[in-house]
């Protein structure tokens, strides 16, 4: 089943220049039996919406349980392309997949097609239609596989790495910004940047906290290296502020004494809780610098 692209705020009306943007995909069984009794495999794939392009094309097919392959999952894409084609997309910058037991075939998928895949948890917009559909559409389907389902396997957890060199800082701090002023931050100077939208609802008061980083020699080689790092999370473990990347990567950014720790962490939770996850980590060459070489708005939410 394949869905027309979805357009926030023109009523469906496509604009006459040329739309690109990363897309986000997932392709991996969801908790519904078919007729003949195997689970149902999907394929979801959504653009990543920015503050300057919020417009979402979104695209679903389902895969019969005999053709989960690299194969079967290239067409797929080329009925993607050409979906998104046709509604005025470009083909994506990017694609990014964040399940590590699809990475290969994802991987051999897109590179029969030419597209830079990056296995990445920056997935938000597609992590959002995920817990959408299973809040909202599979239960309705007569297939559903209600209660308790067993648990996937638990990832085994690693400790976390110190940050590489090339991404530390000559300092670092703890800070918050309003949430409407990240609002603006598209119109900010800065170099490396990933921008989240924000719904126009929320309270531009709530404070938004984050990482600020500070080298006064080499701001935006750091910047440029903790972009490829994939940026997804800050989270405590402890006493240590942990910066969640990649597809499961974790870097140890610093320990904290007990009451600076206590306080990321109430912020953080706070976030979660007022913010939908929000947070934020930039780069500058002082603290009173007035450009930001490396700006990314994170967010904490659980992956489905």
């Not at 979906?83 to 997309?89: K, L, M």
């Not at 051999?108 to 990056?118: D, N, V």
């Not at 719904?199 to 990482?211: C, I, R, S, Y």
Request: some cysteine.
């Amino acid at each position: 089943m394949i869905t027309a692209p979805q357009t926030a705020g023109n009523n469906g009306e496509r604009s006459s220049a040329p739309k690109q943007a990363d897309w986000e995909l997932d392709f991996y069984s969801r908790p519904i039996l078919e007729a003949d009794g195997k689970k149902r495999w999907e394929l979801l794939i959504t653009s990543t919406p920015t503050p300057s392009a919020p417009d979402c094309f979104r695209f679903e097919k389902r895969c019969p349980a005999g053709d989960v392959n690299s194969t079967w999952l290239a067409s797929a894409l080329r009925e993607a392309l050409d979906t998104a084609q046709a509604h005025g997309w470009m083909s994506p910058r990017r694609l990014r997949t964040w399940r590590s037991a699809m990475r290969t075939m994802v991987q051999r998928a897109a590179s029969e097609l030419e597209l830079e895949m990056i296995p990445s948890r920056r997935t938000y917009a597609l992590l959002d239609w995920l817990e959408e559909r299973e809040r909202d559409l599979y239960p309705l389907d007569k297939g559903y596989m209600a209660g308790p389902l067993a648990p996937p396997p638990a990832p085994i957890a690693t400790p976390p790495l110190p940050l590489p060199e090339a991404v530390r800082g000559d300092a670092w701090c703890w800070a918050a910004l309003p949430l409407g002023s990240l609002r603006e931050a598209s119109e900010w100077p800065m170099g490396f940047n990933d921008l989240l939208p924000i719904p126009e609802a929320m309270d531009p008061e709530l404070p938004v906290p984050g990482l600020r980083l500070f080298s006064q020699t080499r701001a935006l080689a750091l910047a440029g290296w903790l972009g490829g790092l994939e940026p997804v999370r800050l989270r405590m473990n402890a006493q240590q502020l942990i910066l969640d990347a990649g597809q499961d990567d974790s870097w140890l950014v610093s320990d904290l004494g007990q009451t600076e720790a206590v306080e990321c962490r109430d912020a953080l939770e706070d976030s979660v809780h007022r913010s939908r996850g929000l947070q934020f980590i930039s780069v500058q060459a002082t603290p009173d610098s007035q450009r930001f070489d490396g700006f990314w708005m994170l967010r904490d939410q659980p992956e489905v």
